[in-house]
């Protein structure tokens, strides 16, 4: 049921003004009432959350009923946009109201054109280079043996014991930069397995340093709900496999969240691993009755900071005083930093990238970060590289646009499609040109001047000056929104 003072739409109820919920009020039935509130939602099937109708409605004997199951509907990103932007643009023009016809024709014309919101951005997850697995760096006597039960990917409830793990190759990089003792900075977009680079080397010292020793690492996030979401990951790993209560590594979360007897447990047991914020990680420090925290996090070896790039400005400067406190109160002065982070430097390549990012990591962390410390993502492509230039190549690209013909059903034949390698190289790598890496291209624009299709060349249209037609941008869509199952681009 929908409450007239508030309703709920995601998470949080929100209030609704005055004049609206008597608007509401006049309106014959709830069905109309959830209609005015959220014009953008749609009704496919799925499970019902039952709004109740009443005399006037246009269905008096049904009941909307809203999605709850996406994956049973999936979702269409571009017209999911189309539909944000339709509703702002009535929202907008339900209080823009210019006496001025002439100023009002031109905000009309404004609006319609769609000057007052940007065209979309694309860009695609890149694959990520292999590089190896858990059970090799066991072999090598890189992770300890207990490891490979613990790091197993696809645990469930039904498969405890998973598969085998394979690993990118940027986190091979920083498991093996810590064996080293040495701080890192990993740059990486978002879907790389960032959280990884930091929980195996940490899990690894606690199996060879022994558990129940008090804190030997603790992980700071800028949000309550990445300390979350890692506490749930970390009990896939850690928890499911093992009797109940008899994980070989203990974690807890300290945060705001935990309240009275919850937080005395962990001050009274430590664990291996506290999951927190810097602002209850700066509370731990000063706090009379977390004084046992601080005493069983001596000689700390880990201190990570996931998300590096969140910490800028004045909260920058904070948390830079913040670690050089930890290391004095834990009285570790040879503690491993390590940070985690999205794009840290834009400019130069990525060796100017890397230098940036260290001389910025050096700062924060109060010690020395070079940039062989800073790892960055290792990509791969998905389809092979073909030039635009070949007659080949525009002949397939011709005759694919021309006949508007479906995406291919198989992954191969998807995967090796000239269309495919275009969209690729267009919307997620490119080689960089002084070092040979592949990097991730930048976001791009379907239409308009600057666009992904004004950047190319079309010879297959037989115009080198303008892009393609608008069916090319329909058939780079459809590629992108159909792939075969197991496409990676």
């Known amino acids: 049921m929908i409450g007239f003072s508030k309703f709920s739409h995601g998470n949080a109820p929100q209030k609704i003004p005055r004049q609206l919920r008597q608007i509401l009020h006049q309106l014959p039935c709830e069905e109309l009432r959830y209609r005015v509130l959220f014009p953008a939602v749609d009704f496919p099937g799925g499970q019902a959350l039952p709004i109740h109708t009443g005399v ?14 996406p994956s049973e509907h999936p979702m269409d990103v571009f017209d999911l ?3 944000l932007v339709d509703d702002y643009e009535r929202y907008i023009t339900s209080f823009i109201k210019i006496a001025d016809s002439r100023i009002d024709q031109l905000v009309q014309q404004a609006i319609q054109t769609g000057e007052f919101w940007p065209q979309p951005l694309l860009q695609l997850n890149p694959t990520f280079l292999p590089g190896g697995s858990i059970d090799s760096l066991v072999d090598q006597q890189l992770l300890h043996p207990e490891c490979r039960q613990i790091f197993r990917a696809d645990k469930s409830d039904t498969d405890p014991l998973g598969k085998p793990l394979t690993l990118h190759t940027h986190q091979t990089d920083a498991i093996r930069k810590a064996s080293e003792n040495k701080s890192y900075v990993l740059t990486s977009g978002t879907g790389s397995g960032k959280s990884l680079t930091y929980i195996v080397p940490i899990v690894d010292h606690v199996l060879r340093n022994g558990t129940g020793r ?13 300390a979350n979401s890692q506490d749930e990951e970390l009990a896939k790993f850690l928890k499911k496999g093992y009797p109940e209560g008899q994980s070989p590594v203990r974690y807890a979360r300290y945060t705001g969240q935990e309240k009275g007897d919850e937080r005395e447990a962990i001050r009274s047991n430590p664990p291996d691993i506290l999951l927190t914020n810097y602002m209850m990680l700066e509370l731990l420090l000063t706090r009379t009755e977390d004084r046992e925290l601080v005493r069983s996090a001596l000689n700390l070896r880990y201190l990570v ?7 800028r400005g004045r909260q920058g400067a904070d948390v830079a005083l913040l670690i050089r406190r930890c290391r004095l109160a834990f009285n570790s002065p040879n503690m491993i930093c390590i940070g985690t982070s999205a794009t840290m430097a834009s400019g130069g390549n990525s060796l100017d990238q890397k230098k940036a990012v260290a001389e910025v990591a050096t700062t924060l962390f109060g010690t020395s970060i070079e940039s062989s410390q800073v790892i960055g993502e290792s990509l791969q492509r998905s389809t092979p590289e073909v030039s635009l230039s070949s ?17 291919p059903d198989d992954y191969e034949t998807f995967r090796n499609h000239p269309l495919a390698s275009w969209i690729e190289s267009t919307f997620g790598v490119r080689t960089e040109t002084d070092t040979g890496r592949l990097i991730r291209q930048a976001p791009q624009r379907l239409q308009g001047s600057g666009s992904a299709a004004t950047m190319y060349r079309w010879p297959a249209f037989g115009d080198k000056s303008a892009g393609p037609p608008r069916r090319v941008y329909r058939q780079e869509i459809d590629f992108i929104r159909s792939p075969p199952r197991g496409t990676q681009v």
């Open 391 to 407: 007659p080949e190549v525009i002949s397939q690209l011709r005759q694919t646009i021309t006949s508007q013909q479906e995406p």
């Open 81 to 83: 946009r189309q539909r």
């Open 214 to 226: 008090g804190i030997q690492a603790i992980v700071v996030y800028p949000m309550n709900a990445l």
């Open 56 to 69: 006037g409605c246009t269905h008096p004997t049904q009941k909307p009923t809203i999605n709850l199951h």
């Open 305 to 311: 900071f996931d998300e590096l790039h969140t910490y």
